[in-house]
Each structure stands twice: as C-alpha cells, then as structure tokens.
C-alpha cells in the first residue's frame, strides 16, 4: 500500500510536501519496498528509531542511503562487525604529541541518519555504545557528554537467517526501537524491473548520489523535518484512542484478563510503557501521513505489527507450534475491541 498524502479534502502543508516528494525520489531507486518506506518515515518523523530485518539482496542498505539522499540530511554508516570497538561508533580522546593533549575524534555517530549495518555482528559491548545516543540524544566520550544532530535517527539492519558470527541484541536495546520492519522479497512484476532498472543498466561509480535530493541542503533538509514533526502536534489523539492503545498493550502483559487465555503458554512477556508511546506516536503519524488531524483505531492497527513484533517475547511451546509475533498481534487485534 502506497503512502497517502495530501487526501482528498485536506490541505498540502509543507511537511505534506516533503514527504511526498522523499517517497517519489526513493522509488526511482528502490523498487517496491513501499510498505518498508512508509514505515521509516513514520519513524524519522516522530523522532524514533528502526530495526530493519531482512534477507541478503533485499536493498535494505539502497533504501537506507536513498532515504538520507532524498532528505538531504548528513548520514553516516558503520559496518559491525566482531572486532568493533565502542570508540569506533561514538569516538575516542585522541593524543596529538605536537601539542602534548588529548583531542576529542568524533564517531561516525555524530549525524542524522545513522546506519548500523548488520547490528547484530558485534558483540554487546559495542551494540550497547548506541544506547545512550538512542535514548537521550547525546553520548559521553572520556566523561564529557556531547549532543547530537538534531534531528538524530538510527536505522539498524540484521540477517534474520544467518546466526554464526552473530550476538543476539540485549532486550534493553530492542525495547529502544520503535519498529521493527520486516523486508520480503519483491513480486515477479518488481523483480523484472528490478532487472531492467539494475542489470540492463550501465554500473553507477561508487560515488554516485543515492536518491535525487528534495531539499537544498543538509541545514534545510532538517529544518524541514523539524517543521513536519512540529504539525503533528496538530493531529488530535482522542481519549477514547489513548483507551485503545493501553487496552493493547495490557493484554500483551496479562493476556487472561483480555480473554486471551491460550497467550498465556505462547507469552513470555509482552510491551512495556514505550510500546503504549511509540504506538500512540506512530498512529499520529500514519493519520498524518493520510491528510488527517485526528487518529482512528486504523491507523493503531495499521502501526501494531511494527511496533509490537520485537516486543512480544515467544515461549519455546509457542515456537515449537509455528505461532510468531505476528501470529499473536493478528489475533490480539481481532481480539482486542475498537472504539
């Protein structure tokens, strides 16, 4: 389903704008992947962060960079690997023997967009040099505390197929994502394109632009950004919405007094209170990203599996059945009554 912006009786505001014009110069390089799209955008534009999951070849690491390329925003990449260093992602004093003193080098973390590449390649230590930066926007480097970027957004990958050489990611740090988008493989119709847009075409050079820029500048593009989450404060979540969201959230965590009483074997835990803000923040978005000023239970719905799947920690009994994250959200929003 592509992004709706602008819907018929509503007003284009400039947020409106950018991030139509962003979708239109990313598909000119990524095919399909729209769903995928649509999801980092609610993301960067409520200020969260993502955990992209998908097979090799996918584009994950083209969509990425085709993002940071249409919004014009600096963006950095850090490829983990196991032998990382924490000072490697957010940098590290530096002694400069003609001046006798130690400079501080700033890591690649110190940007917009950041891209942590195949996250789940370095062991924990490194991993966890990125909880700071997420959760509060700045990091301490040889004690003093230096802010970030602002608008500041990082979007992690892994290989959700390949487990040697891998560390699991600690559930502090999944808990710090809004989302977790999953990237399938395209239709037959996308993967011909993909063979006439790619194959038949003359190879890029390696510096190349990875999308058509829709702001002047890195400045601008995130002046821009800025503007487009400040109008979502206009989008009105109403009480009865706000119910919903908890109603959710609570029977992920005591599933019985739902009527979900088959959850409780397949359940080992459920959300915590950042499910209930970043599933209120991202139905803002998506009612935006519609044209609209006010939330309905939809668009709860339409954010839930991106932001309750790596939140939903399954049993040994639940995976012995077949029955994923997925699975579960399916029925609790079945389950679950709308307003």
Request: no cysteine.
């Amino acid at each position: 389903m592509s992004i709706s912006i602008g819907a018929a009786g509503s007003t284009e505001t400039a947020g409106h704008q950018l991030l139509r014009e962003v979708e239109e110069a990313v598909d000119r390089r990524v095919v399909g992947q729209k769903d995928t799209l649509k999801g980092l955008l609610i993301a960067f534009l409520t200020g969260g962060h993502v955990l992209l999951e998908g097979f090799p070849g996918v584009a994950k690491t083209l969509l990425v960079r085709s993002l940071a390329g249409a919004l014009h925003t600096s963006f950095g990449r850090i490829q983990f690997t196991p032998d990382l260093l924490p000072g490697d992602v957010v940098g590290a004093p530096v002694y400069h023997q003609a001046t006798g003193e130690f400079v501080v080098h700033k890591g690649p973390v110190f940007t917009n967009l950041l891209l942590a590449d195949e996250i789940n390649r370095a062991p924990p230590k490194v991993q966890s040099a990125l909880l700071e930066a997420m959760e509060e926007g700045n990091v301490t480097i040889d004690g003093t505390t230096y802010p970030l970027p602002h608008p500041f957004f990082v979007l992690a990958t892994q290989n959700p197929i390949e487990q040697h050489g891998t560390y699991m990611l600690a559930e502090a740090q999944i808990d710090r994502f809004m989302m977790k988008l999953q990237m399938g493989y395209p239709d037959r119709e996308q993967e011909r394109e993909i063979i006439e847009r790619i194959a038949l075409s003359p190879p890029e050079s390696p510096g190349a632009p990875a999308a058509d820029a829709v702001s002047d500048n890195g400045t601008r593009g995130a002046s821009q950004i800025l503007e487009a989450r400040a109008e979502l404060d206009g989008v009105n979540v109403d009480r009865k919405i706000q119910e919903y969201v908890v109603d959710l959230v609570f029977a992920t965590r005591y599933p019985a007094d739902a009527g979900l009483p088959d959850f409780v074997p397949l359940l080992e835990f459920g959300g915590s209170p950042r499910a209930s803000i970043f599933l209120t923040r991202a139905a803002r978005a998506h009612a935006y990203l519609a044209g609209r000023d006010f939330v309905l239970p939809d668009d709860v719905k339409g954010v839930a599996h991106p932001v309750f799947r790596h939140r939903l920690r399954t049993t040994y009994e639940a995976d012995a059945q077949g029955i994923d994250p997925d699975d579960l959200i399916d029925r609790l929003l079945a389950a679950v009554p709308a307003p």
